[in-house]
């Protein structure tokens, strides 16, 4: 009698091993090559885990990635979309809304960027991009000249002390009310802001500026990791460089080393440790 069983089922556990392994390497290779700047043959890497295998424990990363270092706006509205139907439950989709809300946004499409952010509202009312949401909500009211919808979202990321927003928000409502006069409820928005007033854009005309490196790392998900964590408090804008083996994330753009570590002082006090280098890229 022939034994079948025992022998077909162990072809199809080396069959299963090797596709996991296959898609595992593809996954870290994709990622590792978006990350070191070659961008086609990354998001390649990428797409071809999700496609080839769909059911693959980094098929929904891999589809998430491929949205995230998409090389424009257009392509990453696209993916993310695609995203959104594919894994209607992912918990990355809290990221993926408000991304979508601000692409759009940076379009001027308010419209399709008011429709996210309510989404990602809707889904996520206390999510971490909340007090984001709440900001960019008031400055698309403001564009469509819906002043009491405006005054509201504003209002509301006011409970949001400990990130940027509360600042530019009780900046914004203090001139709001100032112009029109109300200078009772403008006096109290100027008591929020103290000394504050926005930043302007440092021109890198410089021949030095400095910036804050945030850590090192052996692979390139641990460097994702704080990056996000960077954009949940409001440091937007990291940038993770390979060097050698090693996975750099690097914030800001300082004109003296002075100004840096006044700034890293206030990120130590939120749990980062980070030093200061001379930018030179």
């Known amino acids: 009698m022939r034994k079948e069983g025992p022998v077909l089922f162990?072809?199809?556990?080396?069959?299963?091993?090797?596709?996991?392994?296959?898609?595992?390497?593809?996954?870290?290779?994709?990622?590792?090559?978006?990350?070191?700047?070659?961008?086609?043959?990354?998001?390649?890497?990428?797409?071809?885990?999700?496609?080839?295998?769909?059911?693959?424990?980094?098929?929904?990363?891999?589809?998430?990635?491929?949205?995230?270092y998409a090389p424009d706006i257009f392509q990453q509205a696209v993916e993310f979309k695609d995203f959104c139907e594919q894994y209607p439950n992912s918990k990355l989709k809290e990221g993926v809304y408000y991304q979508l809300g601000m692409n759009f946004y940076y379009l001027k499409n308010f419209t399709e960027a008011q429709a996210y952010f309510e989404k990602y509202l809707w889904e996520f009312p206390g999510g971490i991009f909340a007090d984001s949401v709440n900001f960019y909500l008031g400055i698309i009211a403001r564009e469509k000249g819906e002043s009491d919808l405006f005054v509201s979202k504003l209002s509301g990321i006011l409970n949001y002390t400990d990130t940027p927003f509360y600042l530019i928000g009780s900046f914004m409502l203090f001139r709001y009310f100032r112009d029109m006069g109300i200078t009772e409820r403008a006096e109290k928005y100027r008591n929020n802001?103290?000394?504050?007033?926005?930043?302007?854009?440092?021109?890198?005309?410089?021949?030095?500026?400095?910036?804050?490196?945030?850590?090192?790392?052996?692979?390139?998900?641990?460097?994702?990791?704080?990056?996000?964590?960077?954009?949940?408090?409001?440091?937007?804008?990291?940038?993770?460089?390979?060097?050698?083996?090693?996975?750099?994330?690097?914030?800001?753009?300082?004109?003296?080393?002075?100004?840096?570590?006044?700034?890293?002082?206030?990120?130590?006090?939120?749990?980062?440790?980070?030093?200061?280098?001379?930018?030179?890229?």
């Open 10 to 68: 162990i072809i199809v556990l080396l069959v299963s091993l090797v596709s996991a392994a296959a898609d595992q390497d593809l996954f870290n290779e994709g990622l590792d090559d978006v990350i070191r700047g070659k961008t086609d043959a990354g998001l390649l890497k990428l797409r071809t885990v999700y496609l080839k295998y769909p059911r693959s424990r980094f098929a929904e990363k891999a589809r998430y990635y491929a949205g995230y």
């Open 193 to 281: 802001i103290g000394d504050f007033s926005p930043p302007l854009k440092f021109n890198s005309g410089a021949s030095e500026c400095w910036e804050i490196q945030l850590g090192a790392f052996s692979k390139a998900e641990g460097a994702l990791s704080v990056k996000k964590d960077l954009e949940k408090k409001g440091y937007e804008n990291a940038e993770i460089i390979k060097v050698d083996n090693l996975y750099k994330v690097l914030w800001g753009e300082f004109k003296t080393r002075e100004d840096a570590e006044k700034t890293l002082v206030k990120m130590k006090k939120k749990g980062y440790e980070g030093r200061i280098i001379v930018k030179d890229r």
